[in-house]
């Protein structure tokens, strides 16, 4: 069964950048789709964005322009980018996988999770 495992959350400036790795078992995009969400306290898990079987990526309009999500080839690792963050990006990132070839949006659609990586973006 897929594992996930996330990393590289931390405490960042306004405007500063942090990179999150998602760290698959097994080759990630070959039949799955992986996704980053985020949740913060007292507020619903909102979907950040994924990256489908054909590596195509997509984004949810607060981050557009910001993030980038990708994959390193033969690393089982799915990145996320955030530059420019802005302390309403403060959250626990989760990346999730789904077997759906195309990327979705809804967390039903995800049936592996990782732990979660905190990022705080405050001065």
């Known amino acids: 069964q897929l594992q996930l495992a996330e990393s590289g959350g931390g405490l960042v400036q306004p405007g500063g950048s942090l990179r999150l790795s998602c760290a698959t078992s097994?080759?990630?995009?070959?039949?799955?789709?992986i996704a980053w969400f985020r949740q913060a306290p007292g507020r619903e898990r909102d979907w950040v964005s994924c990256i489908n079987s054909y590596s195509q990526p997509t984004y949810a309009d607060s981050v557009k322009g910001r993030f980038t999500i990708s994959e390193a080839p033969g690393t089982n690792t799915i990145y996320l980018q955030m530059d420019g963050l802005k302390p309403e990006d403060s959250a626990v990132y989760y990346c999730?996988?789904?077997?759906?070839?195309?990327?979705?949006?809804?967390?039903?659609?995800?049936?592996?999770w990782g732990q979660g990586t905190q990022v705080t973006v405050s001065s």
């Open positions: 999730a996988a789904s077997r759906f070839m195309v990327c979705t949006q809804r967390h039903s659609d995800f049936d592996t």
């Open positions: 097994e080759s990630p995009l070959t039949f799955y789709s």
